[in-house]
C-alpha cells in the first residue's frame, strides 16, 4: 500500500529539514552538483537545476525557474525574495479578496500595496531563511494577544510568483510540470494551497476561468472528536476549482479520497514533493510523492472554460495562512499564543516546459559505442534546446563543420587536429548519443586545454544526474596547452543520452574517450571518516575551505569538515574529496592539502588494507598518508608504522 508519511521529526524549526521516506527524495539527491540559476523562464533562456523527481513530464523537460529557498540556494535573502515574489495574489488583494482570517505581510513599505501590514511595523518577521529553506510564520498584527478570522488581525508569509505563463494548456503549445517542497506544523483553523489560477475570475452561475489546487488543506473543527478535526493537516484535497467535472477523483471525503489513491496516511510535519502536471492536450495530473492523486482532460485555460474562450495567463501562488470567513469550520478565534512554534517550510519550487515538442536530437554519426572515443564537436543533430543550448552571441564566426548551429567550435591545434568545443558559459550544454556495450563504470579521458582559470564542465546522464564531477583543465592558456585528465562514469548497458553541461568559462574540449570498465575497489563509493592517532578524525583545520588549506587530527564530533567523500578511479586508486569544501586531498610541497579537484597525479590515492585497516599511499610518490607518534601529519615511505595505519569507516 501506498504512503506518504515520512520519518519522525529530527530537527528544530529553524534547524536543517528532515528527510523524507523512501518516497521522498532526500535534498541531497534532488540538489544539482552544477551551481543552480533562477532562470528567464523560456525553454531559450532556462535554469540550471535537477529534473523533475520521479520522472514526471518525461525526459524532454526544461527547467524554467528553479526556486531554491535558502541561503544555499537561489533565493538566498529578502532582496532574491522581492525581486522573484509578490505578497499579494493576482487580483491586488493580500486575503483572497477578504476570505481569508490572515492578511499577506510585505517585507517593507516598497514592498507593500493598500495599507498592507509590514514586518517589523504591524507584525513580527514572518519570513526566515535557512541555508536550504524559506519558513513562514503566522503572527498577530498590531500586538494583538487573540486572533479572529473576522478581524483579520492576524498576519502570514504567503506569496506569488511575478513570473507567469502567457497562457496555458493547446494555447501555450507546451506540456507543463509544477513541482514543490514543503512541510508545514500547524495550529488551529490553519490555510494552506498550492495553487494556479488566471488573471480573470468570475462567478455566475459557476465558475468561468481556470483554477486548478494542487494541494489545499485546512484545519477545520468539525466536532468534539479527533477525527472530526483536520489541526495538523492530514488531510487534504488535490482538484479543480472551474471545470470540476474533468477530474476522475472524488475529494468529498478528503479522507476517502487520499484513500482511494492508495495513501492512508499523511504526517505534513515531513517534507512531502507536490507535482502538477498540465500538458499541451489540455489533460492533467497531480501529484504527491511521485503518487497520482488527480487527474483529468479537455480542461480548457481560458475566461469561460471552453476552447474558444478568452485565453488567460497562469499564476503560480503559495498560500501559508489561516482561517477564512467564510467557511464555518475554520472562521473560530484563538490565543494569538497558539501560533508559538507553527510554521510552513519551503524547500524548492520549480517549473518546467516541454521543449516545444521538437524532436529528440539525433547522433551525429551514429551512436558512439562505448568504450570509443567521441568527438566533442559530433554533438547531436536537432539544433538549439533539442541537442544542444548555446547563448546567442553576436559576433560569433561561423565554423565551417558545422555552420548553421550556434555552438562554438574553433580549429584544433591538438594533436589529429579537427575542431574543438570552445565558448563556454554556465548552463549551455551539448547532448551526445552513445551505446554503452555494458553497463559499468567506465575510465573516461577528456582532452582539453585551458583558455582562463577556473573552466570546468560535466557529464550528465538523462535525469540529470552528474555522472563525472567537475572536469578542468590544468594547464596554462596557450594554443599548445593540450592535456588529458581522468574521471570514472558509471552507466547502464544500451543507448543513452550524456550531456555536457558547462559550469564556468575558460576552458575548452577535443574529445573524451571511455577506457574499459572499472572492477570495484575495495571500499564502495560513499561518504567516509578518516580516524588514525587515538581514533581522531582528519579534518581540515579551522574548518577553512580555501585552496591550500591544511589539515589536522582532532576528535570525531561529526562537523563537515571531518567527513570525506571516496570516488573509485580503478584498481585500489581514489579521489578523496572534502565533503565540506568540496576540495580534493592533495600533495602538494611535500604535505597534505586540499585544494582544487583536477584529476592531478597528486590528488589520486591507493588505498589497500583489509579488515577496517587500510593504508592511504600518494600514486605520484608512493609515500603513505600518515601520521608520526605526536599525531602530526606526514607523508613517508611505508616502514610499517602504526601511524601509517587509519581506520576508514563511513558517515552514518
Given at each position: 500500500m501506498?504512503?506518504?508519511?515520512?520519518?519522525?521529526?529530527?530537527?528544530?524549526?529553524?534547524?536543517?529539514?528532515?528527510?523524507?521516506?523512501?518516497?521522498?527524495?532526500?535534498?541531497?539527491?534532488?540538489?544539482?552538483k552544477?551551481?543552480?540559476?533562477?532562470?528567464?523562464g523560456?525553454?531559450?533562456?532556462h535554469?540550471?537545476?535537477?529534473?523533475?523527481?520521479?520522472?514526471?513530464?518525461?525526459?524532454?523537460?526544461?527547467?524554467?525557474?528553479?526556486?531554491h529557498?535558502?541561503?544555499a540556494?537561489?533565493?538566498?535573502?529578502?532582496?532574491?525574495?522581492?525581486?522573484?515574489?509578490?505578497?499579494?495574489?493576482?487580483?491586488?488583494?493580500?486575503?483572497?479578496?477578504t476570505?481569508?482570517?490572515?492578511?499577506?505581510?510585505?517585507?517593507?513599505?516598497?514592498t507593500?500595496?493598500?495599507?498592507?501590514?509590514?514586518?517589523?511595523?504591524?507584525?513580527?518577521?514572518?519570513?526566515?531563511?535557512?541555508?536550504?529553506?524559506?519558513?513562514?510564520?503566522?503572527?498577530?498584527?498590531?500586538?494583538?494577544?487573540?486572533?479572529?478570522?473576522?478581524?483579520?488581525?492576524?498576519?502570514?508569509?504567503?506569496?506569488?510568483?511575478?513570473w507567469?505563463?502567457?497562457?496555458?494548456?493547446?494555447?501555450?503549445?507546451?506540456?507543463?510540470?509544477?513541482?514543490?517542497?514543503?512541510?508545514?506544523?500547524?495550529?488551529?483553523?490553519?490555510?494552506?494551497?498550492?495553487?494556479?489560477?488566471?488573471?480573470k475570475w468570475?462567478?455566475?452561475?459557476?465558475?468561468?476561468?481556470?483554477?486548478?489546487?494542487?494541494?489545499?488543506?485546512?484545519?477545520?473543527?468539525?466536532?468534539?472528536?479527533?477525527?472530526?478535526?483536520?489541526?495538523?493537516?492530514?488531510?487534504?484535497?488535490?482538484?479543480?476549482?472551474?471545470?470540476?467535472?474533468h477530474?476522475?477523483?472524488?475529494?468529498?471525503?478528503?479522507?476517502?479520497?487520499?484513500?482511494?489513491?492508495?495513501?492512508?496516511s499523511?504526517?505534513?510535519?515531513?517534507y512531502?514533493t507536490?507535482?502538477w502536471?498540465?500538458n499541451?492536450?489540455?489533460?492533467?495530473?497531480?501529484?504527491?510523492?511521485?503518487?497520482?492523486?488527480?487527474?483529468g482532460?479537455?480542461?480548457?485555460?481560458?475566461?469561460?472554460?471552453?476552447?474558444?474562450?478568452?485565453?488567460?495567463?497562469m499564476?503560480?501562488?503559495?498560500d501559508?495562512?489561516?482561517?477564512?470567513?467564510?467557511?464555518?469550520?475554520?472562521?473560530?478565534?484563538?490565543?494569538?499564543?497558539?501560533?508559538?512554534?507553527?510554521?510552513?517550510?519551503?524547500?524548492?519550487?520549480?517549473?518546467?516546459?516541454?521543449?516545444?515538442?521538437?524532436?529528440?536530437?539525433?547522433?551525429?554519426?551514429?551512436?558512439?559505442?562505448?568504450?570509443?572515443?567521441v568527438?566533442?564537436?559530433?554533438?547531436?543533430r536537432?539544433?538549439?534546446?533539442?541537442?544542444?543550448?548555446?547563448?546567442?552571441?553576436?559576433?560569433?564566426?561561423?565554423?565551417?563543420?558545422?555552420?548553421?548551429?550556434?555552438?562554438?567550435?574553433?580549429?584544433?591545434?591538438?594533436?589529429g587536429?579537427?575542431?574543438?568545443?570552445?565558448?563556454?558559459?554556465?548552463?549551455?550544454?551539448?547532448?551526445?548519443?552513445?551505446?554503452?556495450?555494458?553497463?559499468?563504470?567506465?575510465?573516461?579521458?577528456?582532452?582539453?586545454?585551458?583558455?582562463?582559470?577556473?573552466?570546468?564542465?560535466?557529464?550528465?546522464?538523462?535525469?540529470?544526474?552528474?555522472?563525472?564531477?567537475?572536469?578542468?583543465?590544468?594547464?596554462?592558456?596557450?594554443?599548445?596547452?593540450?592535456?588529458?585528465?581522468?574521471?570514472?562514469?558509471?552507466?547502464?548497458?544500451?543507448?543513452?543520452t550524456?550531456?555536457?553541461?558547462?559550469?564556468?568559462?575558460?576552458?575548452?574540449?577535443?574529445?573524451?574517450?571511455?577506457g574499459?570498465?572499472?572492477?570495484?575497489?575495495?571500499?564502495?563509493?560513499?561518504?567516509?571518516?578518516?580516524?588514525?592517532?587515538?581514533?581522531?578524525?582528519?579534518?581540515?583545520?579551522?574548518?577553512?575551505?580555501g585552496?591550500g588549506?591544511?589539515?589536522?587530527?582532532y576528535?570525531?564530533?561529526?562537523?563537515?569538515?571531518?567527513?570525506?567523500?571516496?570516488?573509485?578511479?580503478?584498481?585500489d586508486?581514489?579521489?578523496?574529496?572534502?565533503?565540506?569544501?568540496?576540495?580534493?586531498?592533495?600533495?602538494?610541497?611535500?604535505?597534505?592539502?586540499?585544494?582544487?579537484?583536477?584529476?592531478?597525479?597528486?590528488?589520486?590515492?591507493?588505498?589497500?588494507?583489509?579488515?577496517?585497516?587500510?593504508?592511504?599511499?600518494?600514486?605520484?610518490?608512493?609515500?603513505?598518508?600518515?601520521?608520526?607518534?605526536?599525531?602530526?601529519?606526514?607523508?613517508?615511505?611505508?616502514?610499517?608504522?602504526?601511524?601509517q595505519?587509519?581506520?576508514?569507516?563511513?558517515?552514518?
Amino acid at each position: 500500500m501506498n504512503t506518504a508519511k515520512g520519518f519522525p521529526l529530527l530537527f528544530s524549526l529553524l534547524g536543517a529539514a528532515a528527510l523524507g521516506s523512501g518516497l521522498i527524495p532526500p535534498a541531497s539527491a534532488q540538489q544539482a552538483k552544477a551551481p543552480e540559476t533562477i532562470g528567464g523562464g523560456t525553454v531559450a533562456d532556462h535554469a540550471v537545476g535537477p529534473a523533475p523527481s520521479y520522472g514526471i513530464g518525461g525526459p524532454g523537460m526544461v527547467l524554467v525557474k528553479n526556486w531554491h529557498f535558502g541561503t544555499a540556494g537561489t533565493i538566498k535573502n529578502y532582496d532574491d525574495m522581492s525581486a522573484n515574489f509578490l505578497y499579494h495574489d493576482q487580483f491586488g488583494t493580500i486575503g483572497n479578496g477578504t476570505n481569508y482570517g490572515a492578511l499577506t505581510v510585505a517585507h517593507d513599505a516598497a514592498t507593500a500595496i493598500n495599507n498592507q501590514p509590514v514586518e517589523g511595523v504591524d507584525s513580527p518577521p514572518v519570513r526566515k531563511f535557512t541555508a536550504d529553506s524559506l519558513i513562514t510564520l503566522l503572527t498577530p498584527l498590531d500586538g494583538s494577544t487573540r486572533v479572529d478570522p473576522s478581524k483579520h488581525n492576524a498576519g502570514n508569509g504567503s506569496f506569488m510568483a511575478k513570473w507567469r505563463l502567457p497562457r496555458a494548456g493547446s494555447l501555450l503549445g507546451r506540456d507543463i510540470v509544477w513541482e514543490t517542497r514543503v512541510r508545514y506544523v500547524t495550529p488551529p483553523y490553519f490555510w494552506f494551497a498550492l495553487w494556479t489560477a488566471g488573471n480573470k475570475w468570475k462567478w455566475d452561475n459557476g465558475a468561468a476561468g481556470a483554477e486548478q489546487d494542487l494541494v489545499e488543506s485546512f484545519g477545520s473543527d468539525n466536532g468534539d472528536d479527533p477525527k472530526y478535526k483536520n489541526f495538523d493537516g492530514r488531510t487534504w484535497h488535490s482538484s479543480s476549482v472551474s471545470q470540476p467535472g474533468h477530474d476522475t477523483v472524488g475529494y468529498a471525503d478528503w479522507g476517502r479520497g487520499m484513500a482511494r489513491q492508495g495513501i492512508d496516511s499523511y504526517d505534513a510535519s515531513q517534507y512531502h514533493t507536490w507535482t502538477w502536471q498540465y500538458n499541451k492536450d489540455n489533460s492533467y495530473a497531480m501529484y504527491v510523492d511521485g503518487i497520482k492523486v488527480q487527474g483529468g482532460s479537455d480542461y480548457h485555460w481560458t475566461f469561460g472554460s471552453k476552447a474558444t474562450d478568452e485565453p488567460i495567463d497562469m499564476d503560480f501562488l503559495f498560500d501559508a495562512g489561516w482561517g477564512h470567513t467564510q467557511i464555518a469550520s475554520v472562521n473560530k478565534p484563538l490565543p494569538a499564543s497558539a501560533f508559538d512554534g507553527k510554521f510552513y517550510e519551503w524547500n524548492y519550487s520549480r517549473v518546467y516546459l516541454s521543449a516545444d515538442g521538437a524532436p529528440r536530437g539525433a547522433p551525429f554519426k551514429g551512436p558512439q559505442v562505448l568504450p570509443g572515443t567521441v568527438k566533442a564537436a559530433d554533438y547531436d543533430r536537432g539544433g538549439q534546446t533539442v541537442s544542444y543550448y548555446y547563448a546567442p552571441a553576436a559576433g560569433r564566426c561561423p565554423n565551417a563543420y558545422r555552420p548553421k548551429d550556434l555552438v562554438a567550435l574553433e580549429p584544433c591545434a591538438d594533436v589529429g587536429g579537427g575542431f574543438a568545443l570552445t565558448g563556454f558559459k554556465p548552463g549551455q550544454y551539448v547532448k551526445y548519443t552513445v551505446r554503452a556495450a555494458k553497463a559499468g563504470t567506465y575510465g573516461v579521458a577528456f582532452r582539453v586545454a585551458s583558455t582562463a582559470p577556473g573552466g570546468s564542465f560535466h557529464l550528465e546522464d538523462a535525469k540529470g544526474v552528474d555522472l563525472s564531477g567537475p572536469i578542468s583543465a590544468p594547464s596554462a592558456p596557450g594554443p599548445a596547452a593540450w592535456s588529458t585528465v581522468s574521471s570514472t562514469v558509471t552507466v547502464p548497458a544500451g543507448p543513452q543520452t550524456l550531456t555536457l553541461v558547462q559550469d564556468a568559462p575558460g576552458v575548452k574540449l577535443n574529445w573524451f574517450r571511455f577506457g574499459a570498465t572499472v572492477p570495484a575497489g575495495l571500499l564502495p563509493d560513499g561518504t567516509y571518516k578518516l580516524l588514525g592517532k587515538d581514533g581522531l578524525a582528519l579534518d581540515v583545520s579551522g574548518q577553512n575551505t580555501g585552496n591550500g588549506s591544511g589539515l589536522d587530527l582532532y576528535r570525531y564530533v561529526g562537523q563537515a569538515n571531518q567527513a570525506w567523500s571516496l570516488h573509485h578511479l580503478g584498481g585500489d586508486v581514489y579521489e578523496i574529496i572534502g565533503v565540506q569544501s568540496e576540495r580534493g586531498l592533495t600533495v602538494g610541497n611535500g604535505s597534505a592539502m586540499i585544494s582544487d579537484y583536477l584529476g592531478l597525479p597528486g590528488q589520486k590515492w591507493m588505498i589497500t588494507g583489509a579488515a577496517g585497516t587500510f593504508k592511504i599511499k600518494d600514486v605520484a610518490s608512493g609515500k603513505l598518508f600518515g601520521y608520526d607518534p605526536a599525531g602530526n601529519l606526514d607523508l613517508a615511505a611505508d616502514a610499517g608504522l602504526p601511524g601509517q595505519q587509519w581506520k576508514i569507516e563511513p558517515v552514518l
